[in-house]
Every structure is written in C-alpha cells, then in structure tokens.
C-alpha cells in the first residue's frame, strides 16, 4: 500500500519560507512523476507544482512560479517543495500525490486525474 507523509508546514510571515517534504513508500519512488497540489478555504484543490520520476523535468503554476522551487532524492524518497517570498494567498493545505502510471511524461501533469495517492496535507499559514 503507497503511503505518502508530508511535513514542514507552519506558520510564517509574508515573505518567509517554508520547507516541505512528503516522504513515500510502498512502491518504486523513482518510478513516479510527483506533484504539490495545495487547497485554501473556500477554494477547490489546485495544481502547484510537479517533478518528472527522473527528476528532470519541473513544472509550475504560473503562481508560484520563480518563488516555489520542487526537487526530489530517490535515494530517500522524498519529494520537496521549497517555499520562499510566501504571501498571504498561499495560505492552504498543501498535498503531494503520486502518478498512476510508471514514467509518467505526458502533459497532464497538473491535472488531479493523473493521481491515484494522496498524502494526508500539511497546514501551511502565511501572515500579512
């Protein structure tokens, strides 16, 4: 059974960073496209950001683009999402998921469907 744990959220002023992690098991970590998704009151769940299995290849929403950095180790499979310049809006719980499919590289990588497992989210609150 795929177990997906995130940690680092918290609470920050605007302009602060915050590091998350999203710690995985129970299938080949390397063989999976990885994404953030993040989630606000009121709002639905939308894309932040995704990194190929390989690890060479990273994509964005164009709102957090330039501020949000995704990497990931294989070797301790884990996937990261380095928040810097935070503001207020991206006050959410923050999610990582899993591919459904090995070696994912299509070009619906921001779409949830492409996702089968789900961490549990991260709180993460940013001051004014």
């Known amino acids: 059974q795929v177990q997906l744990v995130e940690s680092g959220g918290g609470l920050v002023q605007a302009g602060g960073s915050l590091r998350l992690s999203c710690a995985a098991s129970?299938?080949?970590?390397?063989?999976?496209?990885m994404g953030w998704f993040r989630q606000a009151p009121g709002k639905e769940r939308e894309f932040v950001a995704a990194?190929?299995?390989?690890?060479?290849?990273?994509y964005y929403a164009d709102s957090v683009k330039g501020r949000f950095t995704i990497s990931r180790d294989n070797a301790k499979n884990t996937v990261y999402l380095q928040m810097n310049s935070l503001k207020p809006e991206d006050t959410a719980v923050y999610y990582c998921?899993?591919?459904?499919?090995?070696?994912?590289?299509?070009?619906?990588?921001?779409?949830?469907?492409?996702?089968?497992?789900w961490g549990q989210g991260t709180q993460v609150t940013v001051s004014s």
């Open positions: 998921a899993q591919t459904k499919r090995k070696y994912y590289s299509g070009s619906y990588y921001y779409d949830q469907l492409e996702y089968d497992y």
């Open positions: 129970g299938r080949t970590f390397s063989d999976y496209t």
């Open positions: 990194i190929s299995w390989s690890g060479g290849s990273t």
